[in-house]
């Protein structure tokens, strides 16, 4: 099972209204990705807390349809 | 709560206070099965910190429970004195920012050089 770069910018918008999102393909298999995620919504949060929302956002997709997310995330400004 | 995933939190629990420097992952240190497992493996023997590895891959109830523990949907999973550090991202950033080796020298774990 795979996974489009649309679906993924999706599900985390869903998730994090106001998130700028940048996704890119590691490998050209619609199963390894990566994403740079900017959001108000990690300010103060520590980087295990803000790949935990991200997480979240994507639900019981990571680590199933979704192999592999490498994933980088910042508050704006940071 | 299943005696399952009691019995694989007390393991984890357990595990992540007899060891230092422990490594969820995927294979062994010798013999990673995985990619982001490989890389974090490689981090450490970089930094020449000694560490224990927890294969997942020969123990299933461990390796939904420690997705449930750290409530962290992938391995591998970087736990240094008890304390939930990150997966292969958020290590690799901090190797390469030397947060890492401050995190290591800030709990007491010895590095190289």
Same mark, same amino acid.
């Given at each position: 099972?795979?996974?489009?770069?649309?679906?993924?910018?999706?599900l985390?918008?869903a998730?994090?209204?106001?998130?700028q999102?940048?996704i890119?393909?590691?490998?050209?298999?619609d199963?390894?990705?990566?994403?740079?995620?900017? #959001?108000?919504?990690?300010?103060?949060?520590?980087?295990?807390?803000?790949?935990?929302?991200?997480?979240?956002?994507?639900? #019981?997709?990571?680590?199933?349809?979704l192999?592999?997310?490498?994933?980088?995330? #910042?508050?704006?400004?940071e | 709560?299943?005696?399952?995933?009691?019995?694989?939190?007390?393991?984890? *629990?357990?595990?992540?206070?007899?060891?230092? /420097?422990?490594?969820?992952?995927?294979?062994t240190? /010798?013999?990673?099965?995985?990619?982001?497992?490989?890389r974090?493996?490689?981090?450490?023997?970089?930094?020449?910190?000694?560490?224990?590895?927890?294969?997942?891959?020969?123990?299933?109830?461990?390796?939904?429970?420690?997705?449930d523990?750290?409530?962290w949907?992938?391995?591998?999973?970087?736990?240094? *004195?008890g304390?939930f /550090?990150g997966?292969?991202?958020?290590?690799?950033?901090?190797?390469?920012?030397?947060?890492? *080796?401050?995190?290591?020298?800030?709990?007491?774990?010895?590095?190289?050089?």
């Open positions: 099972m795979a996974i489009d770069a649309g679906t993924i910018e999706k985390i918008k998730g994090l209204p106001d998130a999102i940048t890119a393909a590691l490998v050209d298999d199963n390894h990705w990566s994403a740079h995620v900017v #959001s108000a919504a990690f300010k103060g949060k520590s980087r295990v807390q803000q790949h935990q929302m991200v997480y979240r956002a994507l639900g #019981s997709r990571m680590g199933n349809e192999h592999a997310l490498a994933l980088q995330t #910042s508050a704006p400004g | 709560m299943s005696t399952a995933t009691t019995n694989a939190a007390d393991r984890i *629990k357990q595990d992540i206070t007899d060891n230092p /420097v422990l490594l969820f992952m995927k294979g240190p /010798v013999f990673p099965q995985c990619g982001f497992s490989a974090v493996v490689q981090i450490l023997t970089t930094l020449g910190v000694k560490f224990k590895g927890v294969d997942v891959l020969a123990d299933p109830e461990i390796r939904q429970g420690i997705k523990f750290s409530n949907p992938t391995i591998p999973q970087l736990y240094v *004195k304390e /550090v997966g292969c991202d958020i290590v690799s950033e901090m190797f390469e920012n030397g947060e890492l *080796k401050q995190v290591f020298a800030d709990k007491g774990v010895p590095t190289k050089g």
